[in-house]
């Protein structure tokens, strides 16, 4: 069963980091670009960044650049969203979601490219 599960959300203050990891199970990421989205309560989803299936390619949302930073470990079958300098603007439900692209080069951050999601998970960014 094709599967991607993220991680490490959770509660963190103003001003403080996280790292969100996505793990795939049942299949390989090598051939995937991967993809991360957020949705608030009340609000549409998100694109925030993605990375292409070698990691050559990166893109960020404007309200992220700078302090959101994307990676993936195709050995380990994860990628991974570092989140810094996080404010109340970015609580949300996290996605990661993988799109099929081999043999393409890059990313698109555009939610109906891609091919497999997550469950999500939690991020609030509270004092």
């Known amino acids: 069963q094709l599967q991607l599960v993220e991680s490490g959300g959770g509660l963190v203050q103003p001003g403080g980091s996280l790292r969100l990891s996505c793990a795939a199970s049942?299949?390989?990421?090598?051939?995937?670009?991967i993809g991360w989205f957020r949705q608030a309560p009340g609000k549409e989803r998100e694109g925030v960044s993605c990375?292409?299936?070698?990691?050559?390619?990166?893109k960020y949302a404007d309200s992220v650049k700078g302090r959101f930073n994307i990676s993936r470990d195709n050995a380990k079958n994860m990628v991974y969203l570092h989140l810094a300098s996080l404010n109340a603007e970015d609580t949300a439900v996290y996605y990661c979601?993988?799109?099929?692209?081999?043999?393409?080069?890059?990313?698109?951050?555009?939610?109906?490219?891609?091919?497999?999601w997550g469950q999500g998970t939690q991020v609030t960014v509270s004092s």
């Open positions: 979601a993988a799109d099929f692209r081999p043999g393409r080069s890059g990313c698109i951050v555009v939610a109906g490219e891609y091919d497999y």
């Open positions: 990375i292409s299936i070698y990691g050559g390619t990166t």
């Open positions: 049942g299949f390989t990421l090598d051939s995937y670009a």
